[in-house]
Structures are given as C-alpha cells and as structure tokens.
C-alpha cells in the first residue's frame, strides 16, 4: 500500500482548565501511573480494574488467547452485571438517587430511582421466566427510546438471556433477517413511537417481520402511544398485564464472564446479517473503566448521552456504564429539532445535564440551524463535553467548545466501534491537552498503532492502516453463528510481528506528539492523481469556511485522475448556492491543504443522506456522483425524501 496522504494539519491546543484539573479523579501524574501498571503489567492492570465490578466468583486471570484470534478474558470469574449496575446502589444512599430521567418527545417526562429502577427490572425478569425464557435464550427488543428499553436490557441480562436489540427505525425486512439470525424466541416492541411528531408502527413492523420468523414464541408489547394494534392470540402479551402480578425481587443468573451478553448487528449492512458478539466480564470490566476515568464521573454529575440504546453508545454509555457508577442518566426519546431546535439545551437547563455526549453529525446541524437556539438558553451547569462517532472536523470542534461549553468545559473527543464494546483513544479530561480534531491518545490497557500494509510502523504524520495489537476486555468475541467470518473480517491481511491483528477499517495517523488523527474509512481513501487521500480531511477543509455547515466528500471514476472529487455541500445560510460559491469554496480548499485535495466538482443540498443513527451513507453519495441515482441497500435511510431530491437535481444537471 502506499502511504495515505495527510493533508489536514491543527495547530490548535487547548488545556483542561484548571478547576476542571482540581477536582479530576484522573490527572497527568494518575493517567502516567495507568499507562505505567497496563505497559508492565496488562493482565494485572486489567484485573484491578475488574474489581470496580461485583463478582460471586472473582477471576483470577485476564487474558486467554491460546485461541487467538478467538479470546477469553476473566474466564475463572463468574457474575451477573445487573448486581453492579442496580443490586450494589440499594444499601447506599443513592437507593433513592435518580437513576434513569426520561424525557419524552412530546414533553412529559418519568423519574426512576435506583430502588424503582431495580424493581421494575426485577418484576420484568421474572415476567420473562414465566414465559419461559431461560439463560442462554437469544430476545429481540425493538423499542422506542423509553424507560422500558433500558429495563428490557437489563431484564434480560438479569436472567442470563442474550439480548438483541435493532434501532426502532429498522423496517420489517430488518428485524426479520436479524431474528432469524440470532434465533431469537421472544420479542420486546411497542406499539409505536414517536419521531419528529410522527408514529412509527412498530407492532406493525414487528407483525410483518414474523410472518416469516415461526420460532418466536412470545410477543410482549409496551403501550407508548396508544394506537390499536392486533395482537396474536397465545403470542402476543401487553408489557402491563405481565407485569401487574411479579414480584420486585428476582435472583440474578449467575453467568461465566464469557457468557454472551449481547449481540448487536452492525448497521449498514447488506447481505447476512453481521452479529457483533459480547460477552460479560470483559465487556463489564472496560465499561466501567472508560466511564469513570473519560467521562470524569461524579457521584452529583447528571449525564446526558443523545444516543439510542439501538446503537452500540446507548448499551455502553446509556445503559451499563453509567448505572454501575450510580449516575443520573438523562434518556430522550426523539429527535433534536422536535418540537423546536432547541430541545436538547432545554433538557440541559430543565434537569441541570453536567455532561453532555453526542455525535458530530448533531454538532454540524446545531451549527447550521444558527446560535441563537442555544444561545436562548442558560446551560450553566454544564461542565464537560463529548462527541462520539465520525471524526469531528477542528470547525466544528471550536464551535461545540465556544457555543455549547462557553469556553469552560473540555472537550472528550472519543474514538471506538460496535466491535470494540467501549472506547479505545480518547483524551482524558483532567489530564490531556486536546487538539481539535484529534481523538488525541490510547487509553491506559489499549495497543494502538498505525502501520503499513507489512505490519511496518509508520512514520510520524504518516497516514497508514489503523489497528489494535493486543486484545482488549471488550472486544468482540465472534460474529454470531459464523466464526469463520470474525476472523476473515477483523483478522483477515494485517500482521504485526507475523501475528495477525484487529484491523479497525479505519485510516489514520500519529502527529508529532504521538495524538492521533483518524482520517476515515480506508474504504473512502481515494486515488486522485497518484495520491491517496482520505475523504475526511477535505470534509474538514470544506466545513472549516465559516458558510459551511456540512460536506460529505466522494470520489467518482475519472479519466485522467483515476478519481475526481465530489463534494455535496449544505450552505449554513448567507450565501447563494452559485457556481461563484462553489468556485469559492475549492479555492478555500486548496488555500487550507493544498491543490491536490481541490474539489473538482461541488454540489449544494438542503441535507445529506444519513442512517438513523446520523451518519452519512457516503456510499449512496458515490452512487449519484457515479451514475446520477442510487440503487443500494437504503435499509437504513432516515429521510427517503433527501435521497429523491439529490437523485433528481443530478438527473436535472445532464
């Protein structure tokens, strides 16, 4: 491979303030002493960290990888994580602390303590084992974001039942391949939820989806929006009329630490189903570490995360990690323009948020929709700041530091995947000084590297493939029911020292200081005029013009080049859509990184294509760049009516 093309360069730093560092529970000295024990010592560090969890049989070991690729970790050790996440709080005083605030979209709001939380967690396990369900049974949950999902998860993980829970905009084509995958007996739905002021039908969905799924044995629905549903005689049960009569005391499952807690198919994907496995102990262990440690967390933090418990970030940093630490977890069932643009810093001022994470594709919208939205709002109580998905580019890293934090809050800027379970490379806010732009550093435990296709290091500020070295906690254990898939997929061309390693599909870098900057997916490198270019360093370019409030870079086949550049642009507003605008902003882009990277051919929109989860599906960008529409798998398409627009202005252009 030759070397990818670094053409983004940050000079940009910022320290951790000094009231922030004074009350860190991790500072330099600290973060020193982890990287210190975990480079010696990695079994033993990772063994004190799992200590953080309630054990009924603590291990006595850490890694096993005399199967390797295929690891163990804490294989002696035995657990149930609801006891760390719900059981541990009871005799303490956060029993009746603030466990679970739901808002939801349309306005009302729930509070569950971690004495509420645990009963109602209880009742619905045993619900689950009168039905039948036992330890090692594979559920489905297809839920809206209400209080319910969060204890499903944990219902399920109570009695040792493998949870799967899909996105609640999946469409029936989805859950089907998905339960048909997993085996799953049972399904855990709503009748419907809300989005952007809509229902979305999802007992409807789910109905459709088992017409082909005859091993599913129960149906349990959840009255959200109290639409009339059909409900299948013997299968179909109402989540209150199960739960009316259970007891709020069930005795956990106690499971081996590799037992498989959940398994989560990655989005996006066309073909079979990809079940991402992880297990117990492991999964635990480095969930607790990442978010006591990153996430700076308080006992009187109150902790808001936008995401969805349908994505990996929702199990993580939703549901397991915070509930361990006792933390006031902040869930929103819909959409951050819902009722108005400014509903995610109302829920900030209303219950006092101290953290706030979210993804950078939000932070681009907050931008394009204008200050003024949270700038009508006090957000005082904030304190720290985090971002988790796509790189975020330095503009919009700047904005969410300035307009969101005041200029007061660190910014934790964290870098990991589904198969990761936890995060990988993050800045730790008391102790690391942050380059917007930059994911900074590998946490204390986690051999990160950047290399060339031969396994070879590559150079400072030289872009190369993204890998992990060594095993971690949570890393995934399998692909469900095709062993042989994990390892082709994740384990498949790239050795270092003759020993294959994790491939993360990710292209990257480490600067000068050893921080790292990942430049986006391999995939998305592309050939122009013999060099190779990351797509993600000229979005960054284009977003920096203080115009821009959005880009999305692609390549498509060229002659002369091999691959020209596409880039669809959203206008942040004052600005015409013209061809001196577009002429503008190439300009911009050669004076920010210079002319190999200018854009050859720039295209406005009002949005881009993204999955539900936010990312942009760069590959339907490929396809209307390419050949003027879109064919591929759309499965996972948030607004159809996007994709309509772009198509036909392409077709309007020829």
């Known amino acids: 491979m030759k070397t990818i093309d670094s053409v983004l360069t940050e000079k940009r730093t910022f320290v951790p303030p000094e009231s922030f560092v004074a009350q860190a529970l991790l500072n330099r000295e600290g973060l020193d002493a982890l990287h210190k024990q975990a480079q010696n010592d990695p079994d033993g560090f990772w063994l004190s960290q799992a200590q953080e969890l309630v054990w009924r049989t603590p291990p006595t070991q850490a890694l096993d990888d005399s199967d390797y690729p295929f690891v163990r970790w804490f294989a002696d050790g035995q657990l149930n994580i609801t006891e760390s996440c719900l059981d541990r709080h009871l005799s303490t005083p956060r029993r009746n602390k603030a466990a679970l605030i739901w808002e939801g979209e349309p306005g009302e709001h729930r509070v569950l303590t ?51 829970v899909i996105f609640g905009g999946f469409s029936a084509e989805a859950i089907r391949d998905r339960v048909q995958d997993a085996g799953a007996i049972a399904v855990l739905t709503a009748d419907g939820g809300y989005r952007r002021g809509k229902v979305v039908p999802l007992k409807h969905n789910v109905d459709e989806a088992l017409k082909h799924c005859q091993d599913v044995r129960h149906v349990v629905v959840v009255n959200r929006t109290g639409q009339d549903v059909s409900m299948h005689p013997g299968r179909d049960h109402f989540w209150t009329d199960l739960l009316k009569a259970e007891s709020g005391r069930c005795e956990p499952a106690i499971v081996p630490a590799e037992h498989p807690l959940f398994i989560l198919y990655t989005s996006g994907t066309t073909g079979k189903p990809k079940g991402v496995v992880h297990t117990t102990g492991g999964y635990a262990t480095q969930i607790s570490f990442t978010t006591k440690y990153v996430f700076d967390l308080h006992d009187e933090d109150t902790y808001f995360c936008t995401a969805d418990v349908g994505w990996v970030t929702g199990h993580s940093y939703i549901v397991y990690g915070p509930l361990m630490h006792g933390a006031s977890v902040v869930m929103y069932e819909g959409a951050p323009d819902t009722p108005h643009r400014g509903r995610f810093w109302e829920i900030i001022d209303k219950w006092g948020v101290t953290i706030f994470y979210t993804a950078p594709t939000a932070i681009r919208a907050f931008m394009r929709w204008g200050d003024q939205h949270p700038n009508a709002y006090r957000m005082d109580t904030l304190r720290l700041l985090g971002t988790v998905g796509e790189p975020i580019n330095p503009a919009a890293w700047v904005w969410y530091h300035e307009t969101i934090g005041r200029k007061r ?172 605008t577009a002429n503008m902003l190439k300009e911009h882009v050669v004076k920010e990184i210079g002319a190999i990277a200018r854009p050859d051919d720039i295209r406005f929109t009002d949005a881009l294509p993204k999955t539900r989860s936010g990312k942009i599906m760069r590959r339907l960008l490929r396809e209307i760049a390419t050949s003027g529409r879109a064919v591929g798998d759309v499965t996972t398409l948030e607004d159809f009516a996007v994709l309509q627009k772009l198509s036909s202005s392409d077709s309007d252009e020829e």
């Open 114 to 164: 971690y004495f509420e939380l645990h009963r109602e967690v209880c009742r619905a396990a045993n619900a689950l084992l009168k039905l039948g369900i036992k330890t090692g049974d594979r559920v489905v949950i297809y839920m809206p974001m209400v209080p319910e999902l969060a204890i499903a998860v944990l219902a399920c993980a109570r009695i040792g039942a493998t949870h799967s």
């Open 409 to 580: 809050c660190p910014i934790i800027d964290t870098w990991w995947q589904t198969e990761t379970g936890g995060i990988m490379v993050s800045p730790l806010p008391g102790a690391t000084v942050t380059k917007p732009g930059s994911c900074t550093q590998p946490l204390p435990g986690i051999a990160v590297e950047v290399i060339h296709k031969d396994g070879s290091r590559c150079g400072k500020n030289e872009g190369g493939y993204l890998v992990v070295t060594r095993p971690w906690p949570s890393q995934l254990r399998t692909v469900w029911g095709d062993p042989e898939r994990y390892r082709k997929t994740y384990f498949g061309d790239l050795k270092v020292g003759g020993r294959p390693v994790y491939f993360t599909g990710d292209g990257a870098r480490f600067d000068e200081d050893g921080y790292l900057w990942v430049m986006g997916r391999v995939d998305d490198v592309l050939n122009v005029a013999g060099h190779r270019i990351g797509t993600a360093e000229v979005e960054s370019a284009l977003v920096g013009h203080p115009h821009v409030a959005e880009a999305a870079v692609v390549g498509r086949p060229d002659e002369l080049k091999g691959q020209a550049l596409v880039a669809f642009v959203t206008l942040r507003g004052g600005l015409a859509a013209t061809d001196q």
